[in-house]
């Protein structure tokens, strides 16, 4: 399969925030450098996510050096967050769960708490190499995640996006389209010729210097009708999901990804398919 490229790059430092679309990203056994590795948390020290808060995908997270990220969002002060320094571990439930983090200054729980409406923390993921694995049902052993749903990499492609927009034009509720692709959130989008959901049968790819496992689709959830820019919520592409796109239990959009070389890889790269 020829004549495929890497149409943009997706890193979201703060699970469920909204991130940067760089020119290149560098991958990391548990995911792309810098991606995921904040959360917030409720006073519980469950993970507040889209799914509760639609309220923050009008906030944004930008990378800074060594870590540390800029926050931003409507009616809030900018706000520059140090990586906490080692110390007691937190362990945060992220799909019921445990996971250890780090807690980050206070002025970042204010932030958030203010933001929200509710008590709320910010956390870090301290040492991705070894705090959480990948689903051993897919998983290789060793394998790692970030505070990613499931997976470190998520791809989709822009030949599925046009097929889903098409569906929902011909649905019951076309007037939600077409949707665009930061409904899904995903780190790598790939463009040229190729068949709607080719990326389902996806084994290995190479990218760049980086190559990939491909482990299964990626189910969705109420966060895709979450207008990212408003934080509205509607019924699309769920409704539409569910008619034609039902894999198991999964409405599916996307392939979750695993690496299996690290490597640097950027916007133009070829994609590849190996398997």
């Not at 926050?71 to 080692?86: E, H, K, N, T």
């Not at 989709?156 to 996006?161: I, V």
């Not at 076309?174 to 010729?193: A, H, I, K, Q, Y």
């Not at 790819?205 to 509205?232: H, K, L, S, W």
């Amino acid at each position: 399969m020829s004549n495929l490229y890497v149409q943009s790059l997706h890193i979201h430092p703060v699970k469920s925030v909204a991130g940067t679309a760089p020119d290149e990203m560098e991958v990391e056994p548990w995911g792309p450098a810098g991606d995921r590795r904040w959360a917030v948390v409720d006073e519980s020290g469950a993970i507040i996510t889209q799914r509760q808060q639609a309220r923050l995908a009008l906030a944004s997270a930008r990378p800074l050096p060594g870590g540390r990220v800029a926050l931003s969002a409507p009616g809030m002060p900018d706000l520059s967050v140090d990586v906490p320094q080692p110390g007691p571990l937190e362990p945060v439930v992220l799909f019921g769960k445990k996971v250890d983090t780090v807690v980050a200054a206070t002025a970042a729980a204010a932030w958030f708490s203010s933001y929200l409406g509710q008590p709320a923390r910010l956390v870090h993921l301290d040492d991705p190499a070894v705090r959480r694995p990948v689903d051993p049902d897919y998983a290789l052993p060793g394998e790692t995640v970030s505070l990613a749903d499931g997976y470190p990499v998520l791809l989709a492609t822009a030949a599925s996006l046009e097929a889903l927009n098409g569906m929902i034009a011909e649905g019951d509720h076309p007037e939600e389209g077409p949707l665009p692709m930061n409904r899904f959130r995903p780190n790598v989008v790939v463009g040229g010729p190729l068949a709607p959901w080719a990326e389902d049968g996806w084994r290995r790819i190479a990218i760049g210097g980086a190559v990939f496992r491909g482990v299964r689709e990626c189910g969705r959830c109420i966060v895709t009708t979450t207008d990212q820019a408003t934080a509205e919520r509607g019924r699309e592409p769920l409704k539409t999901l569910a008619r034609h796109r039902r894999i198991g239990k999964s409405l599916a959009f996307g392939r979750q990804l695993v690496p299996v070389v690290p490597g640097t890889v950027r916007v133009g790269d070829e994609v590849r398919v190996l398997d």
